[in-house]
């Protein structure tokens, strides 16, 4: 982007050198709102412990994109770049500037990006430490995570309140699951690979289905983190131009464009969306570590995944 001294001059919103709960999520957005009042925030569904999940709007055309952070609760720093992508475009819209030489107000007219930054709210504020250690809600929490001493509590917890990991809810070889995380001794509420006892039990994962049925997206991108790499397919469905708007992604972020290990490749969402859809739909798994992701790599996952964010809106 160019330099204005007007845009210098404006407060930055979403901070990024910090854990990001629920609750500067939400703030956030509304300073987000009063900033750029043309974008639509509205709530898409609820969590288990009744949190409203918010989706923002961003643009008017009839091309539909959806992206989301955040499914698993130690990935949170996804929601911090979905967020900070949706500040940067809209300074970017408002001054009529380019990003990486693509007009943010031609992209505003031709697509209509929904965003959902945080898809399991109840789950992230555990991990970033937003809730009282002495309520009942971290004491469920701690009961769960009892069963299971070998996953670090809470950096290792991946799941929702119920103990039900979202991204195994979704009825893609969802009985294939099952019968590989029951192997794996995850046979009820665990910190993670707990698919639940059927798919769309719970309500964020059910949420994200029912928003998807009601939109008619050409493209999805589902945050995850970590390991620098981009899956693209789903069993032996290879969607139209899935592969080469992957091979984009992967040019320009310098991830790997790759195949889903067969332990993770069923009942994620990406999995669902292409097997229902037959349309372009990734996981990105963002950074590179051990979960959760230290926030001082956010300055290299926003660089890695601007490009992204960017080509999904032009290539969809």
């Known amino acids: 982007m160019g330099e204005n001294s007007e845009e210098e001059d404006m407060i930055k919103i979403v901070p990024t050198n910090q854990k990001y709960h629920y609750d500067l999520m939400k703030q956030n957005i509304r300073e987000l709102k009063r900033a750029y009042p043309f974008l639509e925030i509205k709530t898409a569904g609820r969590s288990v412990l009744g949190k409203p999940i918010p989706y923002i709007k961003i643009g008017t055309g009839k091309k539909q994109i959806l992206y989301h952070a955040s499914i698993h609760a130690n990935e949170w720093i996804t929601s911090v770049l979905l ?48 809730i009282d250690k002495k309520s009942k809600i971290y004491q469920n929490y701690q009961e769960i995570a009892s069963r299971f001493p070998t996953i670090p509590f809470p950096d290792g917890w991946k799941a929702n309140f119920n103990g039900v990991d979202l991204n195994l809810q979704f009825p893609a070889g969802w009985r294939d699951a099952k019968k590989i995380k029951f192997k794996q001794g995850f046979t009820g509420p665990a910190p993670r690979d707990f698919v639940g006892e059927g798919p769309l039990t719970q309500p964020e994962a059910l949420m994200l289905y029912d928003f998807t049925l009601s939109h008619d997206f050409s493209l999805t991108i589902s945050y995850h983190t970590q390991g620098q790499e981009i899956y693209w397919d789903f ?33 994620g969402y990406k999995d669902w969306f292409i097997q229902d859809y037959n ?8 950074g590179a570590g051990e979960n959760p992701l230290p926030i001082s790599q956010f300055n290299q996952i926003y660089q890695d995944n601007e490009g992204i964010l960017l080509y999904g809106m032009i290539l969809a």
């Not at 967020?83 to 693509?102: H, L, S, T, V």
């Not at 032996?236 to 195949?259: M, W």
């Not at 349309?279 to 963002?286: D, Q």
Request: glycine fraction near 8%; charged fraction near 15%; proline fraction near 7%.
């Open 83 to 130: 967020m900070k992508f949706i500040e940067n475009f809209c300074k970017a819209y408002i001054f009529n500037q380019n990003i990486q030489g693509y007009s943010a107000q031609r992209l505003f007219q031709n697509i209509s990006l929904y965003i959902i930054p945080m898809v399991n709210p109840d789950g992230v504020d555990l991990v970033t430490g937003n």
């Open 235 to 267: 069993q032996n469905i290879n969607p139209p131009r899935g592969y080469e708007i992957g091979r984009q992604f992967a040019k320009v972020s310098g991830y790997d464009l790759t195949e889903v290990p067969y332990n993770s490749s069923f009942a």
């Open 279 to 286: 349309r372009p739909g990734y996981t990105i798994e963002a």
